[in-house]
């Protein structure tokens, strides 16, 4: 029995792939998931821009673009948080209930919150808009 190649590679890529764990991040009660297109922005699409890394840190936990490696919200004006790519800032994440979480930046205190179809920092205020779901997407990558 004669295999074909494409199905030789197939297998061969799927044997030396690994499991991993991203995150979409919605604000709760929405499908519409946070991008990193040079701004920060919330819409419906489904793509590479959508998908962000979250790991431990000093005082937090960093989140990152998985695909970018573009850091959500270093400096943000009145019209909306621009992203910039290898300036991490460590989060607390914070239980706001029904599976939702409020974002810290322990720096300043101040809470993402949703707002124009971006996250502006905010003082916390127990509002719907500083709610946000980490919805867990598993992607196999090469190893």
Same mark, same amino acid.
């Given at each position: ?7 030789? $590679?197939?297998? /061969?890529?799927? $044997?030396?792939? &690994?499991? &991993?764990? !991203? !995150? =979409?991040? #919605? ?15 919330? !819409? =419906? ?5 959508n998908v962000w890394a979250i790991s431990a840190a000093d005082g937090g936990a960093i989140i990152k673009n ?6 959500? !919200? ?11 790519? *290898? =300036?991490?800032? %460590?989060? /607390?994440?914070?239980? /706001?209930? $029904? ?7 322990? /720096?300043?205190?101040? &809470? ?8 502006? %920092? ?6 719907? $808009? =500083?709610?946000?779901?980490? *919805?867990?997407? #598993? ?5």
């Open positions: 029995m004669k295999i074909s190649i494409s199905l030789i $590679a197939t297998l /061969a890529n799927t $044997a030396s792939a &690994v499991l &991993v764990t !991203y !995150y =979409q991040i #919605q604000p709760a009660g929405t499908t519409d998931t946070l991008h990193a297109t040079g701004e920060l922005r919330f !819409y =419906q699409a489904n793509d590479y821009l998985a695909f970018t490696n573009i850091n959500p !919200y270093v400096s943000c004006d009145d019209t909306a948080c621009k992203s910039v790519a *290898q =300036q991490p800032t %460590p989060f /607390a994440f914070e239980d /706001a209930g $029904a599976g939702a979480f409020r974002v810290r930046n322990p /720096a300043n205190g101040l &809470v993402w919150t949703a707002a124009d179809s971006t996250i502006k %920092p905010a003082p916390a205020d127990g509002s719907p $808009a =500083q709610k946000f779901v980490f *919805q867990p997407v #598993q992607m196999t990558l090469p190893s």
